[in-house]
């Protein structure tokens, strides 16, 4: 057997995962000048100083008929990592997210004797809650990055810890915090995904057109997500209601400066609580998909803005809820009773106390380092 380096493999599979990946990366070899650390990722861990030997391209799969097809070339990459792990005899793997990948992985670390970490836990208390057998037996820690999770993870045995969100350290919160919303200002993130902007666009923007009747002072702005054109948006957006686009780095200044905001359901509504702006979660899906979705899913909400609390602190309008009506009737309450928006202003408050302190990239890194030296 090769003697253990004094390395570590970090595993992330698509671009969140590498950001943050990145970003531990960085706490890891700021405590340990002589660390190396490896692994699968993309362009953001490469710039933090990660040898990567795997790029996440490679598992970025959505759907069984995509992956069906690259079968045999994941079984070889799963052999080749492996071989790897096998000759490098990293001192820990470090897993985020991606569980349909990294619980391969993880078997593959559990033959070598290698310990492993999970950071950023699949969401399994919303679905296929038996996974949690699987960590307990095989993964030596698991750091939390949503406040319940570590007492789920905890009473089935896993020996799990709460380090926060990894948004606390990308978002400039108190920069943020010194901005005044402009009463006449309605957000509106309409997503990145063009199944979601089309049908969701249409029902925001017909919402809008009745909520400048009644208030013609009022202003739109439509965030763009990565990715996304602005004529596509325009698409959806009729001519006659005036409305600006905003570009992608601009969208937590959005967030902030927006009085109300309606949003498709998803990361950027957690990110709306945490600047504190009321929001509307609105989501569709296909009536199939959402018939099944009820079936499998064990969890009361959506949003993590109403999760996290247990309670429902943000209105959510999914599936045949999620018309320009209800918008309209919810935007148009907040507006015309400004109470029943500072009312969800303070529980967001409360939230972002729930969540916690920046610095979590640095106390995943510390829990990781201190715990190996138990070894």
């Not at 057997?1 to 890891?28: F, P, Q, V, Y």
């Not at 953001?44 to 795997?54: L, N, P, S, T, V």
């Not at 902030?256 to 945490?274: D, P, Q, Y």
């Not at 969540?355 to 990239?361: K, Y």
Request: hydrophobic share 40%; glycine share 6%; proline share 7%.
């Amino acid at each position: 057997m090769t003697k253990e380096n004094n390395s570590i493999w970090i595993n992330a599979g698509e671009a969140s995962g590498d950001m943050h990946g990145a970003r531990l990366a960085k706490e890891l070899m700021e405590r340990d000048p002589g660390l190396k650390v490896m692994g699968m990722g993309g362009s953001a861990m490469e710039k933090a100083g990660c040898d990567i030997r795997y790029p996440m391209q490679l598992i970025s799969l959505v759907g069984l008929t995509e992956v069906l097809p690259k079968l045999p070339r994941l079984l070889k990459l799963f052999g080749q990592i492996g071989d790897i792990l096998k000759a490098e005899r990293p001192k820990a793997i470090i897993l985020i997210d991606c569980p349909d990948f990294n619980f391969r992985l993880v078997k593959i670390a559990r033959k070598l004797d290698i310990p492993v970490y999970y950071y950023i836990t699949p969401q399994i208390w919303a679905w296929r809650q038996g996974r949690a057998k699987f960590l307990q037996k095989n993964v030596r820690k698991i750091l939390c990055i949503l406040p319940f999770e570590q007492q789920f993870f905890k009473d089935r045995g896993v020996d799990a810890q709460y380090v926060g969100h990894p948004l606390l350290d990308l978002m400039p919160l108190d920069e943020l915090e010194a901005i005044d919303p402009d009463p006449n200002l309605v957000g509106i993130l309409p997503g990145s995904r063009s199944k979601e902007i089309s049908s969701l666009l249409p029902e925001f923007a017909a919402a809008a057109e009745r909520l400048s009747k009644d208030f013609p002072e009022l202003k739109f702005s439509i965030a763009r997500a990565p990715g996304v054109k602005e004529e596509k948006l325009r698409r959806f957006w009729p001519d006659h209601i005036p409305v600006t686009i905003n570009q992608p780095e601009n969208r937590y200044r959005l967030m902030r400066n927006s009085n109300v905001i309606m949003a498709a359901s998803g990361t950027a509504t957690l990110e709306c609580a945490l600047i504190g702006t009321p929001t509307l979660v609105a989501y569709k899906m296909s009536a199939l998909s959402g018939y099944l979705a009820k079936k499998v899913l064990n969890i009361k909400y959506v949003s993590l803005a109403n999760i996290i609390p247990d309670k429902s602190i943000l209105p959510e309008y999914l599936l045949e809820n999620a018309t320009a009506d209800n918008f309209y009737k919810q935007i148009r309450q907040w507006i015309g009773f400004p109470e029943s928006a500072q009312k969800v202003r303070m529980e967001l408050q409360e939230l972002r106390k729930m969540i916690g302190e920046p610095g979590v990239a640095a106390r995943t890194a510390d829990t990781i380092l201190k715990d190996l030296q138990k070894i």
